[in-house]
């Protein structure tokens, strides 16, 4: 599997506003889940979204959910994260892993299957820091 890319990263105040970018090539156009997940200090990682693109609904873990958007330009492979109304706990590197599943899975729980599909046989790319001042 091709190692996504990521970018986007930066250092915001609270509150401010941050879009990450998923460069996931050479995968299947039919489709395959690709997603982010975090890891703070002293924190385990954690999951943040995913979708089965192209036409899957994103699933987002609880801790994002209403501040966090997922969103794709599927013709140039990208899967982009728009982060809004940032808090110092959202302070993390940020990674993007993508997968290519041997089925396709069920549409109503395609992001969420991903979710977990991703930890288990993802590629992970090299991540992108994102810091969070109060």
């Known amino acids: 599997q091709v190692q996504p890319v990521e970018s986007g990263g930066g250092s915001v105040q609270a509150g401010g506003s941050l879009r990450l970018s998923c460069l996931a090539s050479g995968y299947s156009s039919s489709g395959y889940c690709v997603g982010w997940f975090r890891q703070g200090p002293g924190k385990e990682r954690e999951g943040v979204a995913a979708i089965y693109t192209p036409a899957g609904r994103p699933f987002y873990f609880d801790s994002v959910k209403g501040r966090f958007t997922v969103s794709q330009d599927n013709a140039n492979d990208t899967l982009y994260l728009q982060l809004d109304s940032l808090k110092p706990d959202d302070t993390a590197m940020y990674y993007c892993?993508?997968?290519?599943?041997?089925?396709?899975?069920?549409?109503?729980?395609?992001?969420?299957?991903?979710?977990?599909?991703?930890?288990?046989?993802?590629?992970w790319g090299q991540g992108t820091q994102v810091t969070v001042s109060s």
């Open positions: 892993a993508a997968a290519q599943p041997k089925f396709p899975p069920s549409p109503e729980e395609s992001g969420e299957y991903c979710s977990r599909h991703l930890v288990d046989f993802g590629a």
